[in-house]
């Protein structure tokens, strides 16, 4: 029984379409490789094995009395009052940038100092950030 020209048009189109789609989403998959940084917490930081390479956000409170300014030079230590991790950042912080507020900062862990390259403050009295806030309230150190 031989299949009609209609039929064998319809499945080739089906498997080009297919083909296609997969093409697609390895291409999309690839570009967001590198494009997603994940969150951690300075507990997660300090816990889990962290490769040098890897590009990821850290986010807590800015521990009081741990802010160093030597020009645009900033060293400080991020906590989740639970563990601490130093931060140190080469630029200009952001105008609400201060001890014992929300921060959020990517860059990646190097001898167990993390070197940001971009640092976010809150942006109002209220706000704190959604990641930190949920990772502060697993700490069982923050109440909205």
Request: proline share 2%.
């Amino acid at each position: 029984m031989a299949i009609g020209l209609k039929k064998r048009r319809r499945i080739q189109l089906i498997v080009i379409a297919i083909f296609f789609l997969i093409i697609a989403t390895s291409l999309i998959g690839f570009a967001f490789k590198d494009g997603i940084e994940f969150f951690r917490s300075p507990t997660q930081v300090v816990s889990e094995e962290i490769s040098e390479n890897e590009i990821f956000r850290i986010g807590g409170l800015v521990k009081e009395n741990s802010l160093i300014k030597d020009g645009d030079k900033i060293a400080f230590i991020v906590t989740d009052r639970t563990n601490d991790v130093a931060v140190k950042f080469t630029g200009i912080l952001p105008d609400l940038f201060s001890e014992g507020t929300g921060m959020i900062a990517t860059g990646s862990l190097k001898l167990k100092v993390f070197h940001a390259t971009e640092i976010l403050a809150k942006h109002d009295e209220n706000y704190m950030p959604k990641e930190v806030a949920d990772a502060l309230k697993e700490q069982g150190v923050f109440q909205e």
